[in-house]
């Protein structure tokens, strides 16, 4: 569909920009769930190791550590994150 006001399509997202915009979610995600628990001094993610992953059809957005893997989120089909107590041991290989 054509943006007829400028004569060109609309801009769509790339790939790149929705993986960030999901990190960036997941990872306020996560430090609003560690202060809900009362951590004061939660462990950082590690931007360079995080990311998402797809595995039998489900997206995820994983959040790593040098300690290891600090929390899982799966994405849903509307876009939301779902976190996970328990996820796919898959997962903490990297």
Known sequence: MKDLRFGRSPKRR??????????ARAIQAYYVARRQEGVIAADQPN????GTETHYGKRYVVLRSGKGTLAVYRVRH???LKPLKRWPPILNIW
């Open 14 to 23: 790339r790939p790149r920009e929705e993986m960030d915009k999901l990190l």
């Open 47 to 50: 931007i360079s190791d995080s």
């Open 78 to 80: 509307d876009g939301g």
